[in-house]
């Protein structure tokens, strides 16, 4: 689906057998250094050059010939948003992952480098000395990078069209940057085709819950635009792989994509239809009982399948309170997190769609459900809403 992923390269395979290449470009000597050596311990991965700019970048891409880039934003010369369509218009495959500190500036960069044909985005630590920030940001790169450059891999070299833009801003299509989930299950099958689904819950939903991770942002652009009957009489709750920042600018999108309500949830509120709740980055949000009402309760506890928030949390407390009266809709996305909730909710009910393999970034979430067999329908993106509004209109095919 990302335009980084589209169209043959001008030098070359990227798709040859062996380690990928990986290209870092960071005016920091340390994070050069940390990400050299991180990469360098992988098996599957290699260090293909470490350069200072972007431009050095530029210049040089056709000799280096990586098949992925982790690059800053913020370089001297040629920064990191300057140089994206430049690299991309030499090697339109590269895979291309942004990174640069946490700021509104840098994720408001970072959503337009998504619209510029930027793979992915990884926040990094303010400061490396903090152990935890460190070991979070190089668990967090090494997935991205296997995971994202494993599916170009796959993917064959033709051209494909980039996702449509969801609403007239133009930086609809957002990245994905919050801690992925374990690698998918290598028993995963290739394809989605062959896999059976199970019957639609026969009782009407209440509530639409949708997690996301790995091109998440991209694809709730896409879905929300069409949802526009559901969220006017349904609550809707999304729970999206993202950490603090990107989840304020995330909702600011849907809200504009869908022309609705739209805003990180706030612990205590209460859960009416007319409007989008997300799950801000940093907290699990789940949902309560608070007298007769609904609310979201927030919390910070510890992550949940490597993710915070977590997809999980989400589901299975929305048993309590709609018990079989849910749809959920799991999409593209790195690791299983939102399987075991899709479990509880089937088994309590409710139902279950999940995007299909060729319209993921990553088919891991989306994957690990149907694999499950919980699934009632796997679906392209481009038909999940349609769907969606017919479940909530009555059909129950």
Known sequence: MSVAFAGSSTTGSSREAGPLRVMIVDDSVVIRGLISRWVGAEHDMEVAASLRTGLEAVNQLERIN??????????????????????????RDLVIIMASTLTRRNAEVSF?????????????????????????????????????????????????????????????????????????????????????????????PKVLLIGSSTGGPQALMALVTELGPVIDRFPVLITQHMPPTFTTILAEHLARSSRRPAAEAVDGEPVKPGRIYLAPGGKHMRVVRSGADVAIALDDGPAVN?????????FTSAIDIWHGAILSVILTGMGSDGMRGGKDIVAAGGSVIAQDEASSVVWG????????????????LNQIGAKVNRLFAGDRS
């Not at 990586?66 to 090697?91: C, F, N, R, T």
């Not at 494909?160 to 374990?182: N, Q, Y």
């Not at 994957?367 to 679906?379: F, N, V």
Request: positive net charge.
């Open 365 to 380: 979430m989306p994957g690990a459900a149907a694999h499950a067999g919980i699934c009632a329908a796997i679906l392209p």
């Open 112 to 204: 337009k480098a998504l619209s510029l044909g930027a793979a992915d985005y990884i926040p990094k630590p303010e400061s490396t000395r903090e152990a935890s920030a460190a070991d979070t940001f190089h668990h967090d790169l090494i997935q991205k990078i296997r995971h994202l450059g494993a599916r170009l891999r796959r993917k064959p070299a033709v051209a494909s069209p980039p996702l449509a833009p969801a609403s007239p801003a133009p930086a609809a299509r957002a990245p994905v940057v919050a801690r992925p989930a374990a690698p998918a299950p290598a028993a995963l099958a290739p394809s989605s085709g062959a896999l059976s689904t199970r019957p639609f819950s026969t009782q009407a």
């Open 66 to 91: 990586p098949d992925v880039a982790v690059l800053d934003i913020e370089m001297p010369e040629l920064d990191g948003i300057s140089a994206l369509p430049q690299l991309l218009a030499k090697k």
């Open 306 to 314: 490597f993710c915070k928030p977590a997809v999980d949390p989400l």
